[in-house]
């Protein structure tokens, strides 16, 4: 629609030309191809705090104390000055422009760790709706705690995990959950997702999937458990049998079972349940389906009774989107593209298991291809998460999956690395448009919406326009002539924005010495 580089002729254009229907937010949105952070300030004098993101709607900035013990939240503002020259672009911006203070304005500080406890840094989720943020502090994690209440071994114990629903606006905890002597996965948001009210936290040492509400009035409301049982009366049930049975057999029989309850979990049965129907219902013939159930179903058997569950998803209120792994080394496997893990649909409503794939299922990956945006489910109160880039709305990012595809020596080990990175972690990825591969080019290499550290580089980033073929800006972490150290690993992370021509880049060695902080924006 937009050809003009210029802003004005494209205001313009926009007063005397209708888009076409249903695309005028991203004819809008290819005004950032002019609103661009062209404007660096390098190592800016700021408070040596651990800054983690900006909220979804842009109004907040989410930073930790360097002890992991208070919570600090920043306003962004903008940088205003008066300038008695005719062409202010050329001169330097006055000395307050290297405070931090000159961009974002403190709102509070919040104490939300206990003495022996430590913010997770790498934890935050935010309500869009009702401005409420959820945070995580924890203690010491334990590697061989003992096995109570049915632990799953070879899972590390945290003895105290306590989420804290805080309202942004004012900094008041209005809630807190704590889970005792368990292993929630807290980085990067892995163990715990959000959609609309509803939040889901998997609990890995006891194998429970907690599904929880948030109520506008800030409370935690636990929903149900989702585990040992699946129904909120299964315990009930199953504990009324107990005692009927009781009255009917032995007493030195029914101790010795109750001491050794050979029953598979809730979620396992109807795993297992679906696993056997379908193997069943893939031949009519009844020798034939004799052997293929021993083949498919009975051979594997102890295989899957051993998966574990070690991620969710929800795909919407009433789906989960489950992983099952299993135990490696001494905890939960991480590298899932070598080792078997399998996929599940669960339904909470109707306790039922709909889909099951394996992590190299073609149909998934055709899904995963597909349907990519659908797997990263997002609140339907979001504004600005709806229009992240993906190979499933973008011609560029498909084109760049395809080309990865033709590449890979393995199919099968390429579609098991893409679709390990499924379920997806929750606001993992930031809604700013200068990541949107319609609008400008990057190396992912260096910088993505991906909500990850990486490896720093004493080079300019560069943002090419799509459109024109032609260098936008540069982001640039660390000093500005480069590093004078470069023996010590650096890392950098970036935070965009999701909508204003601002970022910041920190670049931190592994050593405890202050990062780098620059800020980018449009003067």
């Known amino acids: ?35 661009v952070p062209s404007f660096t300030i390098y190592d800016v004098e700021c408070p040596d705090h651990s800054f983690r993101k900006f909220t979804d709607d842009g109004q907040y900035l989410i930073s930790f104390s360097r002890n992991h013990q208070d919570l600090i939240v920043y306003r962004p503002t903008w940088l205003s000055y008066s300038c008695k ?27 939300l760790a206990a003495s022996n406890e430590l913010i997770c840094k790498d934890f935050f989720l935010y309500m869009e709706s009702n401005q409420f943020g959820i945070f995580a502090t924890s203690t010491a994690q334990v590697q061989d705690a003992p096995l109570i209440g049915g632990a799953i071994p070879g899972v590390p114990s945290i003895e105290k995990i306590t989420f804290h629903l805080l309202r942004l606006d004012d900094g008041v905890i209005l809630d807190e959950m704590v889970f005792h002597n368990d292993y929630v996965n807290l980085a990067y948001n892995i163990g715990v997702f959000l959609y609309d009210d509803l939040l889901a936290v998997v609990s890995l040492r006891y194998q429970t999937i907690h599904i929880l509400q948030i109520r506008d009035s ?11 049982f699946c129904q909120e009366d299964d315990e009930l049930f199953l504990n009324s049998s107990s005692q009927f049975a009781g009255n009917h057999v032995d007493p030195v029989e029914n101790d010795r079972s109750n001491s050794d309850n050979s029953f598979l979990s809730g979620i396992k049965q109807r795993l297992l349940s679906f696993i056997f129907r379908v193997t069943w219902s893939e031949e009519s013939d009844k020798m034939q389906r004799v052997q293929n159930l021993k083949k498919k179903f009975y051979f594997h058997f102890q295989d899957y009774v051993d998966l574990m569950i070690s991620k969710v998803q929800f795909l919407d209120r009433h789906h989960l989107l489950v992983k099952f792994g299993g135990v490696v080394d001494g905890g939960l496997q991480r590298t899932a593209d ?42 339907r109160n979001s504004l600005h998460m709806n229009f992240i880039s993906s190979h499933s709305n973008n011609i560029h990012a498909q084109e760049q999956l395809k080309c990865m595809k033709n590449k890979a020596s393995n199919t099968s080990q390429f579609v098991k690395k893409m679709l390990s990175s499924l379920p997806f972690s929750c606001q993992s990825q930031s809604p700013s448009p200068y990541f949107d591969q319609s609008l400008f ?15 720093s580089t004493d080079h300019p980033i560069k943002f090419i326009s799509r459109r024109r073929h032609i260098l936008k800006f540069k982001i640039k972490p660390g000093p500005e002539f480069g590093s004078t150290d470069g023996r010590s690993k650096k890392i950098s992370s970036f935070l965009f924005h999701p909508f204003l021509p601002l970022a910041l880049s920190i670049q931190q060695t592994l050593f405890l010495q202050p990062p780098v902080v620059n800020i980018h924006f449009r003067r």
Do not use: W
Not at 86 to 104: I, T
Not at 358 to 366: F, K, S, W
């Open 85 to 111: 020259e005719e062409d202010c672009n050329a001169h330097e911006p006055p000395a307050k422009a290297k405070r931090f203070e000159s961009f974002f304005h403190q709102l509070y500080c919040v104490s």
């Open 218 to 228: 800030g409370n935690f409301v636990n929903v149900r458990a989702i585990g040992a």
């Open 338 to 379: 070598h080792h078997p893990s399998f996929f599940a649909v669960y339904n909470m409503e109707t306790t039922e298991i709909v889909a099951f794939y394996q992590n190299a299922a073609d149909d998934l990956y055709h899904l995963f291809e597909q349907y990519c945006d659908h797997l990263h489910a997002t609140s």
């Open 1 to 35: 629609m937009f050809k003009s580089s210029n802003v004005a002729a494209r205001i313009f254009e926009r007063q005397i030309r209708t888009p076409a229907p249903g695309t005028s937010v991203h004819c809008a949105r290819q005004f950032y191809e002019n609103l």
């Open 441 to 455: 080019r990057f190396d992912e290499k260096l910088i993505s919406a991906a909500d990850r550290h990486r490896q």
